[in-house]
């Protein structure tokens, strides 16, 4: 059974750091790309970013230069790295896996979401 | 940017009956568009890929359809269950986007 469990999630204040990972597990980790998905209370879902089974990385504009997505096949975990943090990241931040191996496509597996808040 | 425009944002729909959620795209995303469905406190779950392939373990009951910048996504004989949020997204092209999503309620 494939199980995405994220964790890392908490305050911190703006312009500060904060790295999430997201345990994988029920499934090859190396032969799909995984990605990041958050959404902020009470919005809709905003794609943030992929990490290929290519070790291609794509972001979201809002997120580019600031985060940085990696993955660790031996410990078949999913990282994102946070810098810089501001006010509008305040997100659940889910990590999802992508539908079919080696391309980039729909999310058939999701995690629980961490809750991320920026705040002074 | 492929912007993904979802319509209704609220459906009122008694049980029993069927509902039609629309999706349409500021370009096309030729047939790579999925549907979700979000519980309140719940990730999402996925429903439907490809525009019209259902995910596995979803109920016949939905349905997507669409091609070019039209996109569907048909509930029929809405049980209890099925009362959320759904959204469509495109994975065409980079961003991937998804659209702002429509509440499904009880009428």
């Known amino acids: 059974e494939v199980q995405l469990v994220e964790s890392g999630g908490g305050l911190v204040q703006p312009g500060g750091s904060l790295r999430l990972s997201c345990a994988a597990s029920g499934f090859m980790f190396s032969r799909y790309a995984m990605t990041w998905v958050r959404q902020a209370p009470g919005k809709g879902l905003e794609w943030v970013s992929i990490f290929g089974s290519n070790y291609v990385t794509y972001y979201a504009d809002s997120v580019k230069g600031r985060f940085t997505v990696s993955k660790d096949i031996s410990k078949n975990t999913l990282y994102l790295q946070m810098n810089s943090l501001r006010a509008d990241d305040t997100a659940v931040y889910y990590c999802a896996k992508v539908g079919a191996p080696g391309g980039y496509n729909w999310f058939d597996r999701w995690g629980q979401g961490t809750l991320v808040t920026v705040s002074s | 940017e492929i912007v993904m425009t979802q319509s209704p944002a609220t459906l009122s729909v008694s049980p029993g009956e069927g509902a039609t959620l629309s999706c349409r795209a500021s370009?096309?995303?030729?047939?790579?568009v999925a549907w979700y469905q979000q519980k309140a406190g719940q990730a999402p779950r996925l429903l439907i890929y490809?525009?019209?392939t259902r995910a596995t373990d979803i109920p016949a009951r939905f349905s997507g359809s669409g091609s070019g910048t039209e996109f569907t996504l048909t509930i029929s004989g809405l049980q209890s269950e099925d009362f959320a949020v759904y959204y469509c997204q495109q994975y065409n092209s980079w961003p991937l986007t998804f659209g702002g999503g429509t509440k499904v309620e009880i009428k």
């Open positions: 490809g525009a019209s």
């Open positions: 370009q096309s995303p030729s047939s790579h």
